[in-house]
């Protein structure tokens, strides 16, 4: 591994935007740096599902064994055009007044670094494929659009958590629900009476849904409240968002039907009317703890001195959709900390870490 060749490399990745939906230059220069790898690469029409002028990125390189997958996401929060790195004492922070993108450049860079060693060692490896999603951020979209038959792997490496060592093995099942409450239009001074209000129906069925963590396995979120309108026009129509992720799907497909039955009990009161638009963006990850591949990678980080864990989280990640295409996939940590702020940053000791994670899991077992 060349640590120069590293901080370069993660510099020039960062420095590329790609903002969710406007991946295209930064998908064009990965495939031309695993082309001139040497490597087998394709794309697909994800991008065009999901709104993006980029694609999902896919790549092959031929080995001995068992082929592995690594997997890492492209796009990146907002603020995240014009990215300027900074190396400060081991540390690379952004300027500061843009995300760094470590989130996920960081695993690119990681996985891209490793192969470039293999080319250049000649050392027996796995078969390896790469997967470089877009619009992660935005709903996990690329995953989810992904072309599983390129893919051959049963296992798969995630490079999208935080501390590292640790490996995400469950992750919930994730619902996003719309609820939009019509009532009825009236002047606010001269016909009150006439009106229905939308905001008291919407308002009455929020009060009885329960938001934080809901039960041992589930939380749930309010958000996203609207009603544009006149402060003298009885409002007509209301909406709100709910955010429901559960490691139950009993128990998540319990919330929706209590969420429905509030809805309709609010507006029954007042004779509104609602509907309900319940968008499940994805399943629930589990890999068992004794599973291959999370021993491997134990094995991995203690022949490096990392303490490791198996951990489950609420957040999403490109793993739920791999697992869901009958691959076991884990998360890994990648070391980024702050992710989403300006103040995000990672050590360049956690980069190698990470690169030499990915290169010990490419090595024939």
């Known amino acids: 591994m060349n640590t120069t060749r590293l901080i370069e490399r993660f510099s020039r990745y960062v420095a590329c935007d790609s903002e969710s939906k406007n991946e295209r230059a930064f998908c064009e220069l990965i495939e031309a740096e695993l082309v001139a790898l040497g490597l087998s690469v394709k794309r697909d029409e ?7 002028n ?25 603020p995240g055009v014009g990215i300027q790195p900074v190396v400060r004492d081991g540390v690379i922070y952004s300027s500061g007044n843009t995300i760094l993108a470590a989130d996920d450049k960081a695993g690119i860079a990681a996985v891209m670094e490793a192969l470039e060693v293999i080319k250049e060692s000649g050392a027996a490896n796995r078969p390896v494929e790469v997967l470089f999603s877009v ?36 992750a919930p099942s994730m619902v996003e629900l719309y609820a939009e409450i019509t009532g009825r239009a009236a002047h606010a001074a001269i016909s009150p009476e006439k009106g229905i209000n939308a905001i008291k129906a919407a308002a009455a069925a929020i009060a009885q849904i329960p938001s934080g963590v809901v039960d041992d396995v589930t939380v749930m979120n309010v958000a996203n409240f609207l009603s544009p309108g006149k402060s003298n026009v009885v409002p007509e129509k209301a909406s709100f968002n709910i955010d429901l992720r559960s490691f139950d799907m009993q128990k998540l497909e319990e919330r929706i039907q209590q969420i429905e039955a509030t809805l309709k009990l609010a507006c029954e009161s007042l004779g509104a009317t609602f ?19 999370i021993g491997r990678l134990q094995e991995v980080y203690a022949s490096l001195g990392v ?20 691959i076991d996939a884990i998360n890994i940590g990648t070391g980024m900390t702050d992710v989403h702020s300006t103040g995000e940053h990672i050590s360049v000791a956690d980069l190698e870490t990470l690169t030499k994670v990915v290169l010990e899991m490419t090595r024939p077992v």
């Open 135 to 170: 619009c992660e951020e935005i709903g996990l979209l690329g995953a989810k659009y992904a072309d599983y038959s390129n893919i051959k792997s049963k296992q798969a490496v995630v490079l999208d958590s935080g501390k590292q060592g640790s490996m995400v093995n469950n």
């Open 275 to 293: 509907k309900l638009d319940v968008n499940r963006k994805c399943d629930i990850l589990f890999v068992p703890p004794e599973s291959p591949l």
């Open 54 to 78: 980029g694609w999902n990125v896919y790549a092959s390189l031929p080995g001995v064994g068992e082929p592995i997958l690594f997997s890492a996401h492209m796009d990146t929060v907002p």
């Open 46 to 52: 994800a991008g065009q599902k999901c709104g993006s």
């Open 307 to 326: 303490t490791s864990s198996v951990e489950r989280t609420y957040g999403g990640a490109d793993s739920t959709w791999i697992f869901y295409n009958g």
